[in-house]
């Protein structure tokens, strides 16, 4: 049984990625969400016959990006829904919050980590106490704004840092991972251009009367 979830989670963000992509990719020509989701595991699907050396694509894909953090499955979660309904979350306080809170720590993070600063604060997730007040201050302000999902999220990696659940022995890679930086940085590329553009059109409005 726990083999067959680590299989699964060592899979989870090549999949979603994979199918996130080629729903969005079928957005464009404006498929219905049921077309959506066929395409989307058509992906998966053809990925993993597409031979690259001795694996598949889809299994060079799951080796580069690993095993996803609790938020970055959530957040994955979230781009695949969206590639399938067309809706946005960016006007969703939760939403900005928690993609908000993934940049800063990951600007926070990986930098320093591969050497831009003299000091890395990968280790924080080994042992000391920084690290857990922060999250504890995080979670405490989440449930103050009910952010459920971004609690769940967090509750989830945690106790799995604490069962020993995944591979990594750092309190980091269960809260925060490259993946969900990235798309992170992603959505809140979208959610500024957003509020360029509607602040544009109300300027333009505004001049017009």
Request: charged fraction near 10%; include cysteine.
């Amino acid at each position: 049984m726990t083999s067959a979830v680590t299989y699964l989670l060592d899979r989870s963000s090549a999949a979603l990625l994979v199918f996130a992509a080629a729903a969005a990719l079928s957005w464009i020509v404006r498929l219905s969400p049921t077309k959506r989701i066929c395409i989307g595991l058509a992906a998966i699907a053809i990925a993993a016959v597409i031979p690259i050396s001795t694996r598949s694509l889809f299994e060079w894909i799951v080796s580069a990006i690993e095993r996803p953090s609790a938020p970055g499955l959530l957040l994955l979660t979230i781009y695949a829904i969206s590639a399938v309904t067309g809706r946005t979350f960016s006007q969703n306080a939760e939403y900005r919050f928690g993609t908000g809170m993934l940049v800063i720590v990951g600007f926070l993070l990986y930098p320093a980590s591969v050497g831009f600063l003299n000091y890395d604060p990968y280790v924080l997730g080994y042992s000391g106490y920084l690290l857990p007040i922060a999250l504890v201050i995080l979670l405490a302000y989440a449930l103050y704004r009910r952010y459920f999902f971004i609690v769940a999220a967090l509750d989830v990696g945690i106790l799995g840092f604490l069962l020993s659940a995944g591979r990594s022995l750092n309190l980091w890679d269960y809260v925060i991972d490259p993946v969900a930086w990235m798309l992170a940085i992603g959505a809140w590329i979208g959610i500024l251009m957003t509020f360029l553009i509607s602040k544009r059109r109300r300027t333009s409005s505004a001049a017009a009367t």
